[in-house]
C-alpha cells in the first residue's frame, strides 16, 4: 500500500519553487533556497531561532530564522526525508525517511545519534512526546510505533487491525495520548502508555493529511484531501468547526501556541490563519508556482513557516 506521502512526494518532485504573501503581488519576508527538490516539511525549533527542512534531494536543513542563512545540511541516504520535528529542547531532530527508517540528529552539530528500524515501509509521520523522552512514527506499513529517544528501542506498535496507512501524528500536550490521521479518512486517540485506541473519529471523507492537537488538549485540527480542516472535541470527537476555503488537498494544519489561531496549507497554492474558535478566515498568504507541503507556526507567534516547492518560505502573520 502506498501512503497518502507517496502523493505529496511525486507531487512535490514536479512542482517548482514557490513566492508570494498577504497578496499576490506580496512576497513573503524571506525565502530560503538551498533545496534542490521538493520540501516535504518544515518546523521551527522551541526557542524559534531556527528552522529545520527535510527534503526529497536526501537532506534536512537546518536554517537561522532571522537571516535565512543556511546553518547546517546533513545527508540522509535513502530516497528522500518525508518528515521532520525537533525534540523539546530544540537539541535533536528526527527525521522520517523514504528508506523505511527514522534518524535522530544532533542539532548542532549534524551528528547521527540513533537509527530507529522496524517499520516495512516509508515513514510518513514523526512527533516527540512533550518531555522528549519517546518519539512516535507514522508508517506505509499500516503502524505507529513508539520509540525511546535515547536508546531507539522499540516500546510499542499501535496497530488497528486495519489495512490503511498512517499519514499523520501527534502527541497530546500531556504526552498521555497520541492522535493519529489515516489514509482511510480516520482519526484516531490512543493512549501512549498501554497503546489501547480511546477514540476514533469520522467525519471527513478522503485522506486525513495532518493533525495538530490545541495547547490545552481540548481540541484536534486535522486537514484532509476532501479540502476542508476540521476541529473536532478531544474528549468525545464531535465536529466543532469545518474550515471552507481550500480548493485543494490540506496538506498541513497546526494551531499557535496560545491555541487562538489555526495556520493550514494546501496544493492549492495557498496558506490561510483562521480564528479557531469561530472558523473565520484571517489571513491567505499566496504562493506562486508551487502547493504548499507543510506549515507551522513560531513559537511566539508571529510568524508561519511554510514549505512550498524547493523552497521554504517565512510569512509575518503578526499584522
Not at 520535528?85 to 542539532?107: V, Y
Not at 486517540?189 to 476514533?200: A, F, N, P, Q, R
Amino acid at each position: 500500500m502506498i501512503a497518502w506521502h507517496s502523493r505529496t512526494l511525486l507531487l512535490g518532485w514536479l512542482l517548482a519553487s514557490a513566492g508570494a504573501g498577504w497578496s499576490a503581488d506580496t512576497p513573503p519576508s524571506r525565502t530560503l533556497n538551498g533545496h534542490e527538490q521538493w520540501v516535504s516539511s518544515v518546523a521551527f525549533s522551541p526557542d524559534g531561532k531556527r528552522i529545520v527542512s527535510g527534503s526529497g534531494d536526501d537532506t534536512v536543513k537546518v536554517w537561522d530564522a532571522a537571516t535565512g542563512k543556511e546553518l547546517m545540511s546533513i545527508r540522509v541516504e535513502g530516497k528522500g526525508v518525508t518528515s521532520t520535528a525537533f525534540s523539546p529542547d530544540g537539541k535533536r531532530i528526527a527525521s522520517g525517511n523514504w528508506n523505511k527508517t527514522m534518524k535522530l540528529w544532533d542539532s548542532q552539530t549534524g551528528k547521527e545519534l540513533v537509527t530507529f528500524r522496524g517499520h516495512k515501509e516509508n515513514i510518513t509521520c514523526v512527533a516527540f512526546s512533550p518531555d522528549g523522552k519517546r518519539i512516535v512514527s507514522g508508517s506505509g506499513d499500516d503502524t505507529l510505533k513508539v520509540w525511546d529517544a535515547v536508546s531507539g528501542k522499540e516500546l510499542m506498535t499501535l496497530d488497528s487491525g486495519n489495512e490503511y496507512d498512517f499519514t499523520a501524528v501527534a502527541f497530546s500536550p500531556d504526552g498521555k495520548r497520541i492522535v493519529s490521521g489515516d489514509g482511510e479518512s480516520g482519526i484516531t486517540v490512543w493512549d501512549s502508555e498501554s497503546g489501547e485506541e480511546l477514540l476514533s473519529i469520522v467525519g471527513h471523507s478522503r485522506t486525513v493529511t495532518s493533525v495538530a492537537v490545541s495547547p490545552d488538549g481540548l481540541r484536534i485540527v486535522s486537514g484532509s484531501q476532501d479540502n476542508t480542516v476540521r476541529v473536532w472535541d478531544a474528549k468525545n470527537g464531535k465536529e466543532l468547526l469545518t474550515l471552507k476555503g481550500h480548493t485543494e488537498d490540506v496538506t498541513s494544519v497546526a494551531f499557535s501556541p496560545d491555541g487562538k489561531r489555526i495556520v493550514s496549507g494546501s496544493e492549492d497554492k495557498t496558506v490561510r490563519v483562521w480564528d479557531s474558535a469561530t472558523g473565520k478566515e484571517l489571513v491567505t498568504l499566496r504562493h506562486q508556482k508551487a502547493g504548499v507541503s507543510s506549515v507551522a507556526f513560531s513559537p511566539d507567534g508571529k510568524r508561519v513557516v511554510s514549505g512550498s516547492g524547493n523552497t521554504v518560505n517565512l510569512w509575518d502573520v503578526a499584522k
